[in-house]
């Protein structure tokens, strides 16, 4: 093989190389964005539970007192 026709190969790999790079980047952004909405979801539903959790608590007192 001659020279040229290794370095052609060599710019290949490099080509690739920085594609994947790409993809890699790509996606660790959107796992990044995934995980900030799991978060906000999850929140969402804690706070959601602890509502729930003092409506009833309150709906019992109700009961007690009357």
């Given at each position: 093989m001659a020279k040229?026709?290794?370095?052609e190969?060599?710019?290949?790999y490099k080509e690739q190389v920085r594609?994947?790079?790409e993809q890699v980047s790509?996606?660790?952004e959107a796992?990044?964005?995934k995980d900030a909405a799991l978060k906000r979801a999850l929140?969402?539903?804690e706070y959601t539970t602890d509502d729930?959790?003092?409506m009833q608590e309150k709906e019992k007192k109700d009961?007690?007192?009357s």
């Open positions: 040229a026709e290794y370095q190969i060599i710019n290949e594609v994947l790079k790509e996606l660790t796992c990044k964005l929140q969402k539903l729930l959790d003092k009961e007690t007192d």
